[in-house]
């Protein structure tokens, strides 16, 4: 019976039929997506009877506009004009305008000037139209300097509005909180950028001079024997470094301590430190005398001047320690102490070849009894044998060691690498005379184990004799330890590993690649060896051959 067997009956109560053959009565999916949309699916009954037919109209003239292009309505469309947006942040992101300025300052109560034009540098930054006006910093010039105005939107009236770009140029005044800037000049990305944007620029205009008065008010100077200032602005920060030795032996428990003199050019001070070197005991005071000027010779009438309890003044000296009176090799005394000048630091030998030229800098010696600046050794305590040598070691550098440092590139390259020799026991003792061991060589850390095979009715038990350690050749020391490599195993060659002497009687066929891939490090008497033992003994080596990858232990 086909699936249409009413389709000739009219769509109206009473003249539909169930289908006696169904047996899904669940609710069917009534909807469907197209190009996005839900749309009713389509029923399963005839085109002539179907009462969704005009939707079905509605349904397919959806289909064919979305199949439509859009240059029928809208044009063609050429893809090479559109060109990618980029923001302004992005663009103009550290591009920075630069133009140099400068500010009139009034001087009051001045005979000498009447105003000061003082230089600034006026920065425009293009991502965000803010502006910073920053004054070059002079040294030593009694004004404070640096930036004017910090980074900002600066107004330009009151109306709220802000300075742009198009509002600077060359020539004109720049008026911001109250103070007129003179804009003289601008850097070359500035002029390039204005005159690509269709500014032109107004021509650069030259720094002015400081104005005088006209009519200066006489001024006098009494004259001076120095010029202090110009001692300020040529020799500031220049100091004289003398290292000496400060000879304090006449005290008790006295010795002599290494020090540092310094010489401020710049005030004629003195200033002394001490070196403190770590462990040495002692509080970290590293100033033994503060800077100050040291009087050298005292005034006759004040010689009765209590000098230990209040200050002394210029009025009571008649002379102060100079540059003269420091020279390398010499001794001196300051405030009653002895010292020892033996050098001065490279500046300090120049300014005295250029302005002392009679005064020679010659380092002298440091006296024998003392050893205060040189270094001493470390001894290292002997070894206790107790554990390794580098553990051991370790505890005679911090007080909570650290294990000593392996070689992990060669731990990786050489992993479960093993050289196995045969050995037998080199003993007077005739019960030793059947015992057979297997001498392992570990290539990763270097290290060796010793394993016993058991043997029948010989009542000794076999195992493990030695576990892995780094074996000493006979006669190395303590200080320079020397260790058995695999260039010391030949056939036949003696081993003595803690005062039991083994002989090496057979290898294996891993053993003999190994040390022919690096023949260049082995002797030619061990490869002969080897060579010749296991060219006579390949029946008996056929195992060993098969298994030389393998370097597990050996079993009984």
């Known amino acids: 019976m086909s699936g249409n067997w009413n389709s000739g009956l009219p769509f109206l109560p ?19 997506y197209k190009n996005g949309y839900a749309l009713p699916r389509r029923p399963t009954v005839g085109i002539g009877q179907d009462p969704l037919f005009s939707e079905q109209l509605i349904l397919q003239e959806i289909s064919k506009l979305s199949s439509e292009t859009p240059a029928i309505t809208y044009g063609s469309f050429d893809q090479s004009v559109v060109e990618d947006f980029i923001p302004a942040h992005v663009a103009l992101d550290k591009k920075v305008l630069r133009f140099y300025a400068y500010f009139q300052e009034n001087i009051l109560f001045s005979p000498e000037e009447e105003c000061r034009a003082r230089p ?14 920053i004054e070059p910093v002079v040294e030593n010039s009694g004004m404070p300097q640096g930036k004017r105005i910090k980074r900002q939107r600066l107004p330009k009236n009151e109306r709220g509005e802000h300075y742009q770009w198009k509002d600077l140029n060359i020539g004109m005044d720049l008026e911001v909180y109250g103070v007129k800037y003179r804009i003289t000049q601008c850097d070359a990305f500035t002029k390039e950028f ?13 720094m002015p001079c400081v104005t005088r008065g006209k009519n200066p008010r006489p001024s006098y100077t009494t004259p001076s024997e120095f010029d202090n200032k110009q001692q300020f602005l040529t020799m500031d920060r220049k100091v004289l470094r003398f290292f000496a030795l400060w000879d304090d032996a006449d005290s008790l428990f006295g010795e002599t301590r290494p020090v540092t003199i310094q010489y401020y050019l710049v005030d004629d001070t003195v200033e002394i430190r001490e070196i403190h070197k770590p462990n040495s005991g002692r509080d970290p005071f590293p100033v ?30 008649d002379e102060y320690y100079s540059p003269k009176d420091f020279q390398a090799g010499q001794r001196i005394t300051l405030l009653g102490r002895h010292f020892l000048l033996y050098d001065c630091d490279g500046f300090t030998k120049e300014y005295y070849q250029k302005n002392h030229p009679d005064m020679k800098m010659n380092p002298s010696e440091l ?7 040189r270094e001493k050794k470390q001894e290292v305590p002997p070894y206790n044998g107790f554990g390794s040598l580098e553990d051991s070691l370790q505890n005679c550098f911090s007080l909570i060691p650290e294990p000593p440092k392996k070689n992990v590139l060669k731990m990786l390259e050489n992993d479960h690498k093993v050289l196995r020799y045969s050995a037998r026991l080199d003993s007077q003792n005739p019960e030793d005379e059947g015992r057979r061991f297997i001498l392992s060589y570990f290539l990763s850390n270097d290290m060796i184990s010793i394993y016993e095979k058991s043997s029948r009715n010989s009542g000794i038990i076999g195992g493990q004799f030695l576990e892995k350690t780094r074996i000493p050749k006979p006669g190395s020391t303590l200080d320079n330890p020397e260790f058995y490599s695999p260039a010391d195993f030949a056939i036949g060659a003696t081993v003595e590993v803690f005062s039991r002497r083994f002989v090496l009687t057979d290898a294996d066929h891993y053993v003999l690649m190994y040390l022919e891939s690096n023949a260049s490090q082995i002797p030619c008497q061990t490869l002969d060896s080897l060579r010749q033992k296991l060219g006579v003994g390949t029946t008996n080596n056929q195992s060993a051959d098969q298994n030389g990858g393998d370097v597990g232990e050996p079993s009984s």
Request: charged letters at 30%.
């Open 367 to 373: 006296p024998k009894n003392t050893d205060l600046l």
């Open 288 to 317: 033994l005398m503060r800077r100050q000027k040291l009087p050298k010779k005292i005034k006759p009438e004040s010689e009765t001047f209590p000098r230990c309890v209040l200050e002394v003044s210029t009025a009571e000296v």
């Open 120 to 133: 600034v540098v006026i920065y425009y930054y293009l991502e965000d139209d803010s502006m910073c006006i």
């Open 14 to 32: 009473g003249y539909a039929f169930y289908d006696v053959t169904k047996s899904a009565f669940h609710r069917p999916q009534t909807l469907d």
């Open 194 to 206: 204005m005159e690509s944007e269709g500014i032109v620029l107004n021509d650069p205009e030259p």
